[in-house]
């Protein structure tokens, strides 16, 4: 049997590549990957919460369902103002954007 | 070890390779595949864990419609990037050190946790996940105020998708 | 109204026409000098109803005038002041009033009213007439223009009054003194009425200093009176017991009783005002006012105030020989000293002003020796004919003015007597009363008040045995008739030696009224003073004045004994001062052939040059030298500077080591360091979100782990 550790660590694990990837990488829509990376991690957290510690209330599940629509929303609003920034300012470089710099 | 722990430790690989593979890969259309590799592990892990209407969603949406955003959103914005010159910026290497200090700070709040090693309980067959969870997302006395909120919550990204990104005729 | 009510009121008018004039009218002539002459026409008529109502009186001298008000709370008593006539008192305000009223009148004829303004006439400066063209021919000459301090003349002429009003009406000394130092005011005013010119400016500042000099001592006088007797009221002062206990008591100074030094310190007073040697040399500069301020100085008003205050006085005065002695010789001292340099002066006004000073000696002299009635009688004679002399002084200068400004040549000397001559034909009314006020001066027998007054002057010197003062006066009054008879004889009498004299002129009106007027109590009033006793007319007419004025002391002194001697000694300096005079002089030419001008005489036995030395030059050392150089600047402002510079050299190094670098640089440290501060952190705000996102993930991990062991390991 899968004892719960193994999903924690993992989703552990994934949650700390996709951190990576957020913090390191210089495209901009490629920080969105690290981002979908984080909250699929997340997820998988959730379910097997849902799993490990109480099936019989659907609860974790919701949550899980929730956060797919969240992700969703925000990754179209994400990309549609990293298109908008790429359109005026011709990079998706995201050190290049630093209009907020001193 | 189960076949199961098996199946697992493969999904398991799979899921933490492709992910590497995302944050690491030079050319955006390959992460943006290796990402949908990724969620493929990810819903297999959730059928693993009896949600089988979870695994369902995460296919069709995740890798069904943000997957295909992603791959739009990369095409649309290749023009300066040609996939050359260098994926990481300057201080990836501190990034990294974060990465692997809160998966440590991870791991080791988690093996404190007295639950860490619990094993799945029974679970009761016939019973139907997927209509209790349409129950709950429309049942008052449960979640649809946050069904709700969440549809609205699409909605306002819709919009604001658009008109972030909209072009005005004549406008280049 | 009430005889008291009436004398309350008699000073007011002038005082009012000084402020109505100084605050109102002083643009209009017409009118200030309305207000003048009203105001002093009104006070002349008030002290006539008084003058008619004390001589109806019963007994005046026992209950005289008199009304008081409590006025200033000295302790657990009051110190009243009021009004007193008694019948000296009543006969000085008879001429006092007549004296004033006619220099009121006579001063706006003196500054040619109704007179073009000058060509160059300044304020300040005596006008120099105005060129006027004739209307038919267009021929041009010049006229005497309007005083351009019209105004301002008649107000203070109006003060002037209002202080000998003051005087004459007192019943203490205080107010007396008061009035006395309005005078002393208005003096220096006027004297230096004219104050553009630097002869005015330092005539007036002599007569007031001079003046002063007495006054600090008569004040002396006043206050140890006060301090003595508690009390400066002449009807409190004047009793047995209180004269008694100041004949008794002794003083430390000089061996006097009180009343000898109150006396003597009160007459120095006396010696200031009325210009007795030594403190006479302010009234020969004195001539530098206009005409009717000579008159009204040094006739009608202020020296006759010393004179009047001596005999007020005269009970306290008289209970000490050695203070009588001192009187009797500075008035006999004074009398000749002033008649010898009266001898040797050109200047018409400066005969008669040493004349007016040995007058004034005669008078005091007589005072000395205990003639109380003589002395009273001669004041008023001498008012009358002085102020006579000098107003008519005035007329002839103003007709040879004219002469000047007819020739153009301003450099004669129109007061010069050696510029005039043959005046008694183009001038006859000045001429007349001249001649009635200089043998009035003169003492011509029987026709001129003059004479019995002088007469009883010598007649009491003789009478009581002092004969050293007889023959000095004797010898002044030849002396007196003598230089009289000059200045008529160089100013009318043979032909004009100078085309200026030939142009001389009459003056208007309402200077030669007043003349006539005066000249004519010039000759009535020594009738009212005839003495029993003298052969032919004495017995016709009783001797009024030494019944009414005499009875004012307690012991109403008597007439002396009627001698041949003093009778006959007036009559003979007095004609043959005249005769000689008239000889000598009807054939001078000019001051060449006069040999009286010696230098010793002319310049005035050389007084003013030795109290320049004695005195002047003194305290100028002390004041610029002393106290300004060595006191003021080098050790006051020394030590002030001092301070000074001490102060600024504290601050300095206070700002300079504690303020600029300690708080000063404080203030800047804090500040720059914070603004090193944020520069040094401004970095972190790179701009790049993922730099935002490690350093935010970083802290968690930090802040994690910090909850993480105080939370759960603790």
Redesign the interface.
């Known amino acids: 049997?899968?004892?719960?550790?193994?999903?924690?660590?993992?989703s552990?694990?994934?949650?700390?590549?996709?951190?990576?990837?957020v913090?390191?990488?210089?495209?901009?829509?490629?920080i969105?990957?690290?981002i979908?990376?984080m909250l699929?991690s997340v997820?998988?957290n959730l379910?097997?919460f849902?799993?490990?510690?109480d099936?019989?209330r659907?609860?974790g599940?919701?949550f899980?369902?929730?956060v797919?629509?969240?992700?969703?929303?925000?990754?179209?609003?994400g990309?549609?103002?990293?298109?908008?920034v790429?359109?005026r300012r011709?990079?998706?470089?995201?050190?290049e954007i630093d209009m907020l710099k001193w | 070890m189960?076949a199961?722990?098996i199946i697992?430790l493969i999904t398991?690989g799979v899921?933490?390779a492709s992910?590497?593979m995302?944050?690491t890969t030079r050319n955006?259309i390959h992460?943006?595949l290796w990402?949908i590799v990724?969620?493929f592990g990810?819903a297999v892990?959730?059928a693993?864990?009896?949600?089988g209407?979870?695994a369902v969603?995460?296919v069709v949406?995740?890798i069904g419609?943000?997957a295909i955003?992603?791959i739009?959103?990369?095409m649309?914005?290749r023009?300066?990037?040609r996939d050359r010159?260098?994926?990481?910026?300057?201080?990836?290497w501190?990034?990294?050190v974060?990465?692997?200090?809160?998966?440590g700070?991870?791991?080791f709040?988690?093996?404190?946790w007295s639950?860490?090693?619990?094993?799945?309980?029974g679970?009761s067959s016939g019973?139907d996940?997927v209509q209790?969870?349409g129950?709950?997302?429309v049942s008052p006395d449960?979640?649809v105020l946050?069904?709700e909120v969440?549809?609205v919550?699409?909605l306002?990204?819709?919009v604001?998708?658009?008109y972030?990104?909209f072009?005005k005729k004549g406008e280049e | 109204m009430t005889t008291e009510l009436l004398i309350w009121l008699i000073p007011l008018p002038p005082v009012l026409a000084f402020f109505l004039i100084v605050l109102f009218t002083n643009r209009n002539k017409a009118l200030s000098h309305t207000i003048g002459v009203g105001a002093a026409g009104l006070s002349w008529l008030g002290s006539m109803v008084v003058f008619a109502r004390a001589l109806g009186a019963e007994r005046l001298a026992e209950h005289p005038f008199h009304s008081a008000i409590p006025w200033l709370p000295t302790g657990d008593t009051w110190f009243n002041i009021g009004v007193l006539i008694d019948p000296f008192g009543a006969a000085v305000l008879f001429f006092v009033a007549w004296t004033i009223f006619m220099i009121f009148l006579y001063s706006v004829g003196y500054h040619n009213f109704g007179q073009p303004k000058g060509d160059h006439d300044r304020a300040g400066l005596p006008p120099h007439g105005a060129t006027v063209a004739d209307e038919k021919t267009g021929h041009k000459h010049m006229v005497p223009s309007v005083e351009p301090m019209y105004s301002r003349f008649f107000a203070f002429l109006g003060l002037f009054a209002f202080g000998m009003y003051v005087l004459v009406v007192s019943d203490n000394l205080l107010t007396m003194f008061v009035g006395w130092e309005i005078m002393g005011l208005c003096s220096y005013l006027l004297i230096g009425f004219w104050y553009g010119k630097e002869s005015a400016r330092n005539a007036a500042v002599k007569a007031f200093m001079t003046t002063r000099v007495g006054d600090v001592f008569m004040l002396l006088g006043i206050a140890f009176l006060y301090s003595a007797t508690g009390t400066l009221s002449f009807r409190e002062i004047f009793t047995e017991e209180v004269l008694h206990v100041l004949a008794t008591t002794a003083t430390p100074v000089l061996g006097l009783s009180a009343a000898g030094l109150i006396g003597l310190l009160l007459f120095i007073g006396t010696v200031g005002k009325s210009a007795q040697w030594p403190l006479h040399v302010w009234l020969p500069d004195a001539m530098e006012g206009p005409t009717p301020v000579s008159a009204m100085i040094h006739a009608a008003t202020m020296v006759s105030a010393g004179v009047y205050a001596v005999i007020r006085m005269f009970p306290l005065l008289s209970l000490d020989a050695s203070t009588m002695t001192v009187v009797a010789f500075i008035g006999t001292f004074t009398a000749i000293f002033a008649a010898s340099i009266a001898v040797a002066q050109n200047d018409i006004k400066r005969v008669l002003a040493y004349s007016t000073i040995s007058q004034l000696g005669f008078m005091i002299a007589a005072l000395g020796i205990g003639a109380y009635v003589a002395a009273a009688f001669h004041l008023i004679t001498h008012a009358f004919f002085k102020a006579l002399l000098f107003l008519g002084s005035g007329s002839v200068i103003h007709g040879m003015e004219h002469g000047v400004l007819h020739t153009g040549d301003h450099h004669v000397d129109p007061q010069d007597m050696f510029n005039m001559g043959g005046l008694r034909k183009k001038m006859p009314i000045t001429f007349w009363t001249f001649l009635i006020g200089g043998f009035a001066l003169s003492g011509f027998p029987l026709v001129t008040a003059g004479f019995w007054s002088k007469d009883e002057i010598l007649a009491d010197a003789f009478g009581h045995g002092h004969m050293a003062v007889f023959i000095t006066l004797a010898i002044a009054a030849f002396m007196t008739a003598f230089y009289t008879m000059r200045q008529i004889t160089l100013t009318f009498l043979g032909e004009p030696r100078t085309k200026e004299a030939e142009h001389a002129q009459e003056t208007p009106w309402t200077m030669t009224v007043p003349l006539m007027v005066l000249a004519f109590f010039a000759v009535t009033y020594g009738w009212v003073g005839i003495p029993e006793h003298f052969p032919g007319l004495g017995g016709l007419v009783p001797n009024w004045f030494h019944d009414f004025v005499g009875h004012t002391l307690e012991h109403v002194p008597e007439a002396p004994e009627f001698s041949w001697v003093p009778l006959l000694t007036s009559l003979g300096v007095a004609l043959g001062g005249l005769f000689f005079g008239w000889l000598y002089y009807r054939n001078v030419k000019s001051a060449k052939e006069d040999v009286f001008q010696i230098g010793v005489l002319k310049n005035k036995w050389y007084f003013d040059e030795a109290y320049n030395f004695l005195f002047i030059k003194p305290v100028y050392w002390i004041s610029e030298t002393l106290v300004y150089k060595w006191m003021d600047q080098t050790v006051i402002d020394g030590i002030l500077h001092t301070f000074g510079k001490v102060t600024d050299w504290l601050g300095n190094k206070i700002r300079n080591w504690i303020d600029l670098p300690v708080i000063n640089g404080f203030g800047d440290f804090v500040g720059f360091r914070t603004a090193d501060l944020g520069g040094a952190m401004r970095p972190i705000q790179t701009g790049r979100v993922?730099?935002y996102m490690?350093l935010a993930?970083?802290l968690l991990?930090i802040v994690?782990?910090l909850l993480?062991y105080f939370l759960?390991m603790a």
Do not use: C, K
């Open positions: 049997m899968i004892p719960l550790s193994w999903y924690l660590v993992l552990a694990a994934l949650f700390s590549v996709g951190l990576f990837g913090l390191a990488r210089r495209n901009a829509v490629a969105l990957l690290g979908e990376l699929n997820n998988i379910v097997a849902w799993r490990y510690l099936p019989t659907i609860d599940q919701v899980a369902i929730i797919f629509a969240v992700a969703a929303a925000e990754v179209a609003v990309l549609a103002l990293v298109i908008s790429y359109r011709n990079t998706v470089v995201a050190e | 189960t199961l722990q697992f398991a899921i933490l992910a590497v995302v944050v955006m992460a943006a990402l990724t969620l990810a892990l959730f693993l864990l009896d949600a209407f979870i969603v995460q949406v995740y419609a943000i955003l992603f739009f959103a990369v649309l914005t023009r300066e990037m010159g260098a994926q990481l910026n300057s201080e990836w501190l990034s990294a974060v990465a692997a200090l809160t998966f700070g991870l791991f709040l988690l093996s404190g639950g860490f090693s619990a094993h799945a309980p679970l019973t996940t209790l969870l129950a709950a997302l449960a979640y946050p069904f969440a549809s919550l699409l306002a990204a819709l604001g998708a658009v972030v990104a072009q | 993922q730099q490690l993930m970083f991990l994690g782990g993480f759960v």
